[in-house]
């Protein structure tokens, strides 16, 4: 059975960093794209940030060169580390793989 587990998130000040993980179990992280959405209340799940099988990245606009998406395979977690964090970043998000989602962390940017 395949689970992912988010961890990291809470709540900081803008400028701020967090690094998520989602560690995942019934699956390899690294032969799998894995992918970071966020959600914010009423809106769909915005994707931004991928890894696929051979560390190819891809970011979302709103994100690019603030966020960074990374993989440990042997302990098959997937991080993003959010640096620069603005009030907009404030979302539930989420990690994804292999058509499975994790339960989601609370970010949350506010002075």
């Known amino acids: 059975q395949v689970k992912l587990v988010e961890s990291g998130g809470g709540l900081v000040q803008p400028g701020g960093s967090l690094r998520l993980s989602c560690v995942a179990s019934g699956m390899s992280v690294g032969y799998h794209g894995m992918e970071w959405y966020r959600q914010t209340p009423g809106n769909q799940r915005e994707l931004i940030a991928r890894i696929d099988s051979i560390m190819r990245t891809y970011y979302a606009d709103s994100v690019k060169g603030r966020f960074t998406i990374s993989r440990d395979n042997p302990t098959n977690t997937v991080y993003l580390q959010m640096n620069n964090l603005k009030p907009e970043d404030s979302a539930v998000y989420y990690c994804?793989?292999?058509?499975?989602w994790g339960q989601g962390t609370q970010v949350t940017v506010s002075s």
């Open positions: 994804s793989g292999y058509s499975y």
